[in-house]
């Protein structure tokens, strides 16, 4: 079986190892650099607290192999845990978390429905003041996304597949048949299925093919802050879900600043967006960590900050499917692809070599759920 994978993230990359690791032929194409895309821009958090199931399955199935990847892969990625942290400041919000803690805990998470003093216990600096409730998971927590997609690309080369770096696929080739292989700069080549794992840029890559997807490219910014007071390395992740802002510990009492504010929301050019961070946006996310914990205030000094890209589907999932015969996509994971990579590595070979996914069942995932009327999957839990 010859597969190409597009896309050199760790979402391609874990494909890649997938597929190879079960014995097809592979080559993965990247026209950059492996992981420079949005996996080296992204905060690298790993969590099981989502809204709705298909996405807290995929989070199960993903954690087994971050929780044993230094065993694996014989890289260390720093898999720190001190939790998830979301926060309400409704009363609707926080009967959500009621419904979602639940949901959680029937599948096996240990996820807690707290009361904002509980939540300052997890979180000494929280205003608590400001929220009604919140819902935490001790297990939650974040990793290095760039040790990782060292981990992915060296595994995958000892299983045999052909990481090709500077390779842009220019075209998806199909006959009467399907998807027959794809064009890069340099040749022609053939292949039984054609895995679009090309995140922000795979609506591109599915036009190639003859596809419309609603993977749409959204940039996101991070800034990395010196707090007022130090922020302990063991206080959760903590995401304010009603405005949009979060932050987490780094090293040495700094924190990692962001979230997404404001209605507008446009599609860039993935090819041409600026990845400098603005420094408005930078002063807004230090103001409503601010409205949330007491480590920030004016005082408070943005060191460097940076932008990269999310791949949004209108309802916050990635579509994971065989699009048409022997195209198969896994993107649009809005936000959340380094965290579901191990577990999508896994469907995608599935999908390409067994002819369905078995791991999780992903059929909530087509493309076909985005009709006229939409479908009723949504995740809430979006920073």
């Not at 924190?255 to 929301?265: C, K, N, S, T, Y």
């Not at 860039?268 to 408005?280: K, L, T």
Request: charged share 25%; aromatic share 8%; glycine share 10%.
């Amino acid at each position: 079986m010859d597969v190409v994978v597009v896309g050199g993230g760790i979402v391609g990359l874990s494909s890649a190892y997938a597929l190879a690791e079960r014995g097809a032929n592979v080559t993965l194409a990247e026209k950059g650099s492996l992981g420079m895309g949005s996996t080296a821009r992204s905060a690298g958090g790993i969590r099981m607290q989502f809204s709705t199931e298909v996405n807290v399955r995929l989070s199960l199935a993903s954690m087994e192999v971050w929780d044993g990847f230094a065993d694996e892969f014989g890289v260390n990625i720093e898999h720190r845990r001190p939790g998830y942290l979301f926060l309400a400041r409704s009363d609707g919000t926080a009967e959500r978390f009621r419904a979602d803690v639940a949901m959680q805990n029937d599948l096996g998470v240990g996820s807690e429905y707290l009361s904002p003093a509980e939540a300052r216990e997890h979180c000494p600096g929280l205003r608590d003041e400001e929220f009604v409730a919140a819902q935490y998971n001790a297990e939650d927590g974040f990793a290095d996304p760039n040790l990782a997609v060292q981990g992915y690309a060296e595994a995958a080369r000892e299983a045999g597949a052909d990481i090709r770096t500077k390779t842009a696929v220019r075209d998806v080739l199909t006959d009467d048949s399907g998807v027959v292989g794809v064009e890069t700069d340099d040749e022609r080549i053939d292949a039984d299925f054609v895995v679009n794992a090309a995140g922000a840029w795979a609506s591109r890559v599915a036009e190639l093919a003859g596809l419309d997807l609603p993977i749409h490219p959204r940039r996101r910014q991070i800034a990395t802050v010196e707090p007022t007071t130090p922020v302990p390395e063991d206080v959760p992740l903590t995401i304010d879900l009603d405005t949009g802002s979060y932050f987490r510990p780094e090293r040495d009492g700094a924190a990692l600043v962001g979230g997404q504010f404001g209605d507008e929301d446009p599609d860039v050019d993935p090819d041409a967006y600026s990845e400098s961070m603005d420094i408005e946006w930078a002063a807004t996310a230090v103001e409503r960590a601010a409205d949330c914990a007491t480590y920030f205030d004016a005082d408070s000094r943005i060191k460097r900050g940076w932008a990269g890209l999310y791949a949004v589907t209108p309802d916050h999932h990635p579509i994971i499917e065989e699009t048409a015969p022997g195209f198969v996509t896994a993107a649009g994971f809005s936000g959340h692809g380094f965290q579901h990579a191990p577990a999508t590595g896994t469907l995608v070979a599935q999908l390409c070599l067994d002819g369905e996914a078995s791991l999780v069942d992903v059929s909530s995932l087509s493309s076909d759920r985005f009709g006229d009327e939409g479908g009723e999957l949504v995740e809430q839990n979006v920073a």
